[in-house]
């Protein structure tokens, strides 16, 4: 993104907007899909994207931001690349998920919330992912990894570039 | 039209009303805190429980209709119960500083902790800390730990301003009022939401710390600051004069009048109450004496004016009165013009700037009276008086209250006029450009100093009372008006502003018939009345 042009999706993406909100009764209801593309499009949700996406809907900054802070989802600092998100709730913790979230800050060299130096993985703990029957697992961006070991982890993390 | 019971009692209500307007329509309370009935609904903070017959659970009232052969209890085992772990969940995070807090003493955390407190807190855990002391704009002054998200100030901003300023940030027990960051709340009405703001989450950057508000006297008056005429409760500090360095009206709050503001008042109105315990205010009558005005004393005043009033010709007298008095003050000036035979008079004077205007309450007439003065007969081109002083045709001119040297018009031109009268006399409340080139200056008490009626642009006359005493010897315009006329050889037996105002009942038809009992707290409308219609 650069710093000087004028932030705004491009004409295909506006048209995948404004076909959102038309899906509904009341076109604010399109927002969170709309926050997903500008967090795709942009890197994540700074103050400038809420006002273009406001803009979008006619609604107030504010509105917009109330919406992006009530969600986890939604990063308002720039992230990584990737995000690695690993669950700590009982079943992974019982199964050995805080091993894992120290092997996982060892080899990235962050702590949980921070991104890598080069700006390649996020690393996250989040609440239960709904995938107990393999637990310990992670999120790596939109897909789950199961049933969790160090060298396992070692080979997920070499996927990613 | 649905009727039901509540606690007993059978009432009827119009469709539609809630079960906590129908309640209320008996008298009875069901406390709430984010129900407001001149927002929506918003259903967010659950104390205002009431027990409905053949319902399972206690149910929200506010989000309730009233529906025909409905059965309701307020004050169930359970209700109360449920009111008294609402307040408990209410209190977790709040800090409980109210001997610090702005609004203790009319806090809605307060007086519902009276009746429903839990008395022994069960919570053992550290609070959530939040932001204090944030200011929001120019009025209004957030502590987000003191909020109990209630999403009043909200809704205010998205549905009554729609300028949708303000949010509800984060969640669960993070969640937390905010701005937009970098944005203000600043818009023409930013004042309300400190009213309707149940506890002391956002208090007014004016009036904090002040005053305690039970120190505060009140005082029933009208907005002066535009053509509305809203109504307004007037709050005076006389018992604790020391604690706000003599300022003696404390702050302005919106009084509900369905046919005028309803809840609400704009900030211009709520904070144009600085004159009167401004420096700049007149305490005794002035005469000049070469250079200087000089205090004098009421009965050489008033002798001074009746002389040169009689010494002048009407024909070479002038007079531009003020939209901005009360109609009280104007059937009196009405009455000395009559005496005298002037005919030369005015009383609007175009402004420097025109007045902003909204849909909402402000007028572009930034005068409480103007329908008031026209109804009086007190129209005229103030413009052409001017012009006749300019020309020395105009030899005595009397002025109440205007600064024509601030006005709409070139200043040099007004400056000619002004220096060619012979005998300038003004009448107001605050000294300025005008008056200090008056012969005679003659204090006049400011609105919230007496009792009067304005009439506003769509011809509602209001009533507004006295909130604190007479600053000096500043007296009403009636009054002045009334010894003038005495002096002028026609005494009154006007004792009182209300006195003045049935002698305008009987002489105006507009308020034939009309008296201050039945203009009543929320005001008449001029020919309203049978004898107007008559008349």
Redesign the interface.
């Known amino acids: 993104m650069s710093l000087t042009a004028p932030l705004a999706f491009p004409p295909e993406q506006l048209a995948e907007v404004h076909r959102l909100q038309a899906l509904y009764p009341d076109r604010r209801a399109a927002l969170l899909p709309v926050l997903h593309m500008a967090q795709d499009a942009f890197g994540y949700i700074s ?1 400038e994207v ?2 273009y996406v406001a803009g979008l809907f006619d ?5 917009v ?2 919406v992006v ?2 969600y986890t989802m939604f990063f308002q600092r720039p992230k990584g690349r990737h995000v690695v998100a690993i669950c700590h709730n009982l079943s992974c913790h019982l199964a050995g998920a805080p091993r894992i979230l120290t092997h996982l800050k060892e080899r990235l060299g962050v702590e949980v919330g921070e991104t890598t130096d080069d700006g390649r993985v996020t690393l996250l703990s989040v609440e239960c992912l709904c995938a107990c029957e393999h637990a310990p697992m992670m999120q790596v961006d939109d897909r789950y990894e199961f049933d969790l070991t160090p060298a396992r982890v070692d080979r997920i993390l070499e996927g990613l570039r | 039209m649905p009727k039901l019971t509540i606690d007993g009692k059978e009432i009827e209500v119009a469709p539609g009303t809630n079960l906590i307007e129908a309640a209320r329509a008996l008298d009875i309370e069901v406390p709430h805190y984010c129900y407001h009935p001149g927002l929506s609904v918003a259903g967010q903070c659950r104390l205002c429980m009431v027990d409905i017959e053949k319902a399972p659970r206690p149910t929200i009232a506010c989000n309730t209709v009233a529906t025909d052969g409905m059965v309701v209890w307020t004050q169930t085992e359970r209700v109360l119960e449920t009111r008294k772990s609402i307040m408990e969940f209410h209190l977790i995070n709040h800090p409980l500083d109210c001997p610090v807090c702005d609004q203790a003493g009319e806090c809605w955390l307060q007086i519902y902790y009276m009746k429903h407190g839990l008395y022994d807190p069960r919570m053992v855990d550290e609070k959530v800390h939040k932001p204090k002391a944030v200011p929001l704009g120019p009025h209004v002054i957030l502590d987000a730990e003191r909020c109990i998200l209630c999403s009043r100030c909200v809704r205010f901003c998205d549905e009554v301003t729609a300028t949708g300023e303000l949010g509800i940030f984060d969640r669960g027990d993070r969640s937390e009022i905010g701005l937009f960051p970098g944005r203000e709340l600043d818009n023409k009405y930013s004042g309300n939401v400190v009213d309707i703001c149940p506890v002391g989450a956002l208090t007014d950057r004016d009036f904090r710390f002040q005053v305690r508000v039970w120190y505060l006297d009140a005082a029933k008056s009208i907005c002066p600051g535009c053509a509305r005429g809203c109504n307004i409760e007037v709050h005076v500090n006389r018992r604790r004069p020391h604690h706000a360095q003599g300022r003696r009206v404390a702050r302005l709050k919106p009084r509900f009048n369905a046919a005028v503001n309803k809840w609400w008042i704009c900030d211009d109105g709520r904070y144009g109450f600085g004159f009167v315990d401004d420096g700049s205010r007149l305490r005794s009558p002035l005469q000049r004496e070469g250079g200087q005005q000089l205090p004098v004393a009421w009965d050489e005043a008033i002798a001074g004016v009746a002389g040169a009033l009689t010494a002048h010709p009407p024909a070479e007298t002038g007079v531009i009165a003020s939209p901005k008095m009360a109609n009280e003050d104007l059937f009196a000036l009405r009455r000395v013009l009559d005496r005298r035979g002037v005919t030369q008079v005015g009383f609007a004077v175009r402004p420097r700037v025109p007045g902003d205007e909204d849909k909402l309450l402000i007028r572009a007439d930034k005068n409480p009276n103007t329908r008031g003065a026209e109804l009086i007969g007190l129209g005229g081109d103030t413009a052409a008086i001017l012009a006749a002083a300019r020309a020395r045709r105009i030899r005595c001119l009397w002025i109440f209250g205007h600064d024509l040297l601030d006005a709409g018009w070139p200043e040099a031109e007004t400056r000619a006029a002004l220096g060619a009268v012979e005998t300038l006399i003004w009448s107001g409340t605050n000294a300025n450009a005008t008056s200090a080139l008056a012969r005679w200056v003659l204090p006049s008490a400011a609105w919230v100093e007496r009792d009067g009626t304005f009439t506003n642009f769509e011809g509602r006359v209001q009533r507004f009372r006295a909130a604190v005493d007479q600053l000096g010897e500043a007296l009403p315009d009636w009054e002045i008006l009334g010894r003038v006329l005495t002096a002028l050889g026609e005494p009154t037996l006007a004792a009182r502003a209300e006195h003045w105002f049935r002698e305008l009942g009987r002489s105006v038809p507009a308020f034939a018939g009309m008296t201050y009992q039945s203009i009543g707290d929320t005001g008449q409308m001029v020919g309203a009345t049978r004898e107007a219609a008559r008349a």
């Open positions: 103050l809420e006002e609604m107030t900054p504010a509105h931001h109330e802070t009530f």
